[in-house]
C-alpha cells in the first residue's frame, strides 16, 4: 500500500509523505493550467486583432465596439495596452512554474483566478466575434470580479520579492485597471446596439455620469491598495484616451472630453496621495504594509 515516495537532496533521501505528494501534483496541474490558458488567451488576442484572419474586434459586431461607437470609447491607440499586458501574463506563467515560485501559498491561491481571467479573456472575444454582443458584457463583468478578487489576493498574500511583485502585482493590476474602463465602454456599446435611449438623458450626460464612476472606482482601487501604482496607470490610460477620442476624433464631445481630463487626475493625483502618505514610516523601524512596488 502506498505510503510516501523519495527524493534525493543535498543530505541524501527525503521522504515525502502522501500528503506532500498530493501537494506537489496539485501544484503541478495548477501551473499547467495557468500555462495552457495563457496559451488560449494569446491565440484568442490574435484573432481579435485580424491577423489570424478573423474579424478584428473594432469592425466585428457591426463595429458595436469601436473607438467611435459610443461617447466613452476609448481612442484606437488605447488598445496598444493589451500587448503590455498579454506580456504581462505571459510572464507570469513562466514565472509560476519556477522551484521557488511553485509552492508559494501566493501563487497557489492566485493561479486558478488568473487562468480563469485567461479563459474569460478568450470567451470575451469570440463572443464579440460570433456578434453575441450581448453575451459579452456578462462575459466581462465576470472577468472584472474575477481580477477584483485577484488584486485582493495580491494584497493579502505579498510578494516574494520586486520581481514577483513586478511580475504578478503589476501585470493583475494592470489587467484589473484596463478592465475596468473597458468593461464600462462595452456595456455603453449593448446599451447603445440595444436601443437603450437614456431616459431623455442625453449620450453626453451619460458618458459624464459613466466617467465619475470610472473615476470613482480609480479612488477606490488606490485606497483599497494603498495607491498601487498598476492599476492607475491603466484606468488613467484608458479614461485619457477616451478623452483624446471626444475631443480630437470623430464622435466630438466636449463635455466627455473634459470629464475624462478631471477623471485622468482624480485618478492620478489620488493615487499618488495615498501612495506618499502608505510609504510613510509609521515609526522609526516599521513601514505601512501596503507600501509595495506595484
Not at 2 to 7: I, K, L, P, R
Not at 233 to 254: D, H, K, N
Request: glycine content about 10%; proline content about 5%; charged content about 10%.
Amino acid at each position: 500500500m502506498f505510503s510516501g515516495t523519495t527524493v534525493a537532496g543535498e543530505s541524501g533521501h527525503q521522504f515525502l509523505t502522501p500528503e506532500a505528494v498530493m501537494r506537489e501534483t496539485r501544484d503541478i496541474v495548477r501551473q499547467v493550467t495557468v500555462g495552457a490558458s495563457a496559451v488560449i488567451a494569446v491565440v484568442g488576442s490574435f484573432i481579435g486583432s485580424g491577423a489570424a484572419g478573423g474579424t478584428p474586434i473594432q469592425d466585428a459586431a457591426g463595429g458595436a465596439l469601436s473607438a467611435t461607437s459610443t461617447p466613452i470609447a476609448p481612442d484606437s491607440p488605447a488598445f496598444s495596452i493589451w500587448s503590455v499586458i498579454y506580456l504581462g501574463l505571459i510572464a507570469y506563467a513562466v514565472w509560476q512554474f519556477l522551484p521557488k515560485q511553485s509552492s508559494a501559498e501566493r501563487h497557489r491561491r492566485l493561479g486558478y483566478w488568473v487562468a480563469a481571467s485567461l479563459i474569460l479573456n478568450a470567451a470575451w472575444i469570440l463572443s464579440v466575434q460570433f456578434d453575441l454582443l450581448p453575451l459579452s458584457l456578462p462575459i466581462i463583468a465576470a472577468l472584472l470580479g474575477v481580477l477584483g478578487w485577484a488584486f485582493v489576493l495580491c494584497l493579502k498574500f505579498r510578494p516574494s520579492g520586486a520581481i514577483d511583485a513586478l511580475v504578478t502585482d503589476g501585470t493583475i493590476g494592470l489587467y484589473l485597471g484596463w478592465v475596468s474602463i473597458a468593461t464600462a465602454a462595452n456595456a455603453a456599446a449593448v446599451f447603445t446596439a440595444a436601443g437603450f435611449e437614456g431616459f431623455g438623458l442625453s449620450p453626453d450626460v451619460w458618458a459624464v455620469v459613466v466617467l465619475a464612476v470610472a473615476s470613482a472606482v480609480g479612488i477606490m482601487l488606490a485606497i483599497i491598495g494603498h495607491g498601487r501604482i498598476a492599476p492607475a496607470l491603466s484606468l488613467s490610460w484608458g479614461i485619457a484616451w477616451v478623452a483624446v477620442g471626444r475631443l480630437t476624433g470623430e464622435l466630438m464631445s466636449t463635455p466627455a472630453g473634459i470629464a475624462a481630463i478631471v477623471a485622468t487626475a482624480l485618478i492620478i493625483v489620488v493615487t499618488a496621495i495615498i501612495r506618499l502618505v502608505s510609504s510613510r514610516p509609521l515609526h522609526s523601524s516599521a513601514v505601512h504594509p501596503g507600501a509595495t512596488a506595484s
